[in-house]
């Protein structure tokens, strides 16, 4: 078998090629049979932090050949080998994108070194091309640079072929998905998750959380993520090093711990779903006319207890609209629309004439009541049952006058369970506005069964 070994070095955060070294190392010979190098004119500008590392800079590269010039030759001394590199993730997809952007659809077989390393050097410190040289003796030259890194790899490569030869066939097999795992993650790590509702928890080398995420189905998600080979998610993925994780039971409750998880540790890659502040709310007040009326303001603490609290004004006036449209309520007096006239709703005879004084204040007000009535479980106090971790367990969480007070387990069969020795088990949790959001849109699917009320004072 004949193993194309395969070192790139890019322009960074662009990833646009700098240089190109593949050394073709034949198994059966236990030699290098042919090689290929070439600096790379990228078509962009080289960050000063990336010429500091590898030396190359945008002089060096103004008058070499452009990607599509040497395309040919890099797919013809790779083509029917097997595609090798140091992170063969990183290697391997940013050459496909090239030749994507030239409209060619460049697939190989692959191994990484990385990984397989791991396999067959177990126990070292670092995997890192540099320090597995230290480690395992290999001459290093021109260190960053695609030439030296490339040939450094194929001694790697020679190395795990005498000790494993196996095991990095195996790592070629059509099927086998090695390639798209992170290359500091174990396979038996990954293979070890479940697939359950839960949260997992993406770790870095110092075991910093870097990820927070939910699923009905862990493995299957994760495995997702790994699938995308774009170069924002190879980014993250050279990052992870561990997964661990936690069940949860249903996806409801997962959803309510990743959004209390992801506040708590603030991960790296969680940007997106990171939210702060205070949020906004739904308020009732009368007016002067004793008109029952709602706005959505910014949530303030020293105002009355909200009808229901949401992380943004989008999500606070989609949930107002629905309850315009199923009540015939008014848009006027519910603050989406400040015309001094009668409202739009109105003239399409949606609105019965409240905003003009034709309609009767006590019979508005019974309309809009019955819209507050529709979702009082926001505002009361209940107790969730949930799907426990496992057969013998029920999930549990606990609202206390519209907060979100936190969760537990306890085991349903245990005849001596009062509401008090259940609270006791209780995990606390903080309670804000995109907790409330989650609540509002799971509450719905849950059967009416499985919600127990409670009278407060």
Not at 157 to 176: D, I, R
Request: hydrophobic content about 35%.
């Amino acid at each position: 078998m004949q193993y194309a070994v395969v070192d790139i070095e890019t322009t960074g955060q662009s990833n646009k090629v700098t240089e190109v070294a593949i050394y073709v190392y034949d198994d059966e010979q236990k030699k290098i049979v042919e090689s290929y190098a070439s600096l790379v004119n990228p078509e962009c500008s080289i960050p000063p932090f990336i010429t500091k590392l590898t030396g190359i800079d945008n002089d060096m590269v103004a008058s070499a050949p452009r990607f599509f010039e040497i395309a040919k030759e890099v797919h013809k001394i790779t083509e029917n080998r097997v595609f090798v590199a140091h992170n063969v993730a990183f290697d391997y997809n940013i050459i496909r994108s090239e030749f994507k952007e030239l409209g060619a659809d460049f697939r190989r077989k692959k191994a990484c070194t990385v990984r397989l390393s791991r396999k067959i050097f177990p126990g070292l410190k670092s995997y890192s091309l540099g320090k597995l040289c230290v480690s395992l003796n290999i001459p290093i030259h021109d260190r960053h640079r695609a030439t030296g890194d490339a040939k450094a790899t194929t001694i790697l490569l020679e190395m795990l072929l005498n000790k494993g030869k196996s095991k990095v066939e195996m790592a070629t097999k059509g099927k086998n998905k090695e390639g798209s795992l992170p290359p500091h993650l174990s396979r038996e790590t990954f293979e070890n998750l479940p697939d359950q509702a839960g949260v997992y928890y993406m770790h870095n080398a110092e075991g910093k959380v870097i990820y927070v995420g939910k699923s009905k189905e862990i493995r299957t998600r994760i495995s997702g993520h790994f699938a995308d080979n774009s170069m924002r998610k190879l980014t993250f993925k050279n990052q992870i090093h561990d997964i661990t994780y936690q069940i949860t039971g249903s996806e409801f409750l997962a959803l309510l711990v990743e959004a209390a998880e992801i506040k708590n540790h603030f991960p790296e890659f969680n940007r997106a779903q990171k939210y702060s502040g205070t949020g906004y709310a739904l308020y009732q007040y009368r007016d002067q006319k004793g008109v029952l009326r709602m706005d959505v303001v910014k949530n303030r603490k020293f105002l009355d207890k909200p009808i229901a609290s949401f992380s943004n004004t989008t999500r606070a006036k989609t949930f107002l609209r629905e309850l315009v449209e199923s009540f015939n309520l008014c848009s006027k007096m519910t603050g989406l629309q400040t015309t001094k006239e009668a409202c739009f709703d109105h003239q399409l005879g949606r609105c019965y004439g409240i905003c003009v004084g034709k309609e009767d204040v006590k019979t508005y007000n019974k309309r809009v009541e019955s819209a507050i009535e529709s979702f009082t479980l926001q505002c009361g106090t209940y107790l969730v049952w949930l799907k426990g971790r496992v057969r013998e367990e029920k999930a549990f969480i606990y609202v206390e006058n519209g907060i979100y007070k936190g969760y537990g387990f306890v085991d349903p069969l245990n005849q001596s369970n009062t509401i008090e020795d259940i609270l006791e088990t209780i995990i606390p949790q903080k309670h804000n506005a995109e907790i409330q959001h989650i609540l509002n849109a799971q509450l719905q699917a849950v059967p009416t069964e499985n919600i127990v009320h409670f009278a407060t004072s």
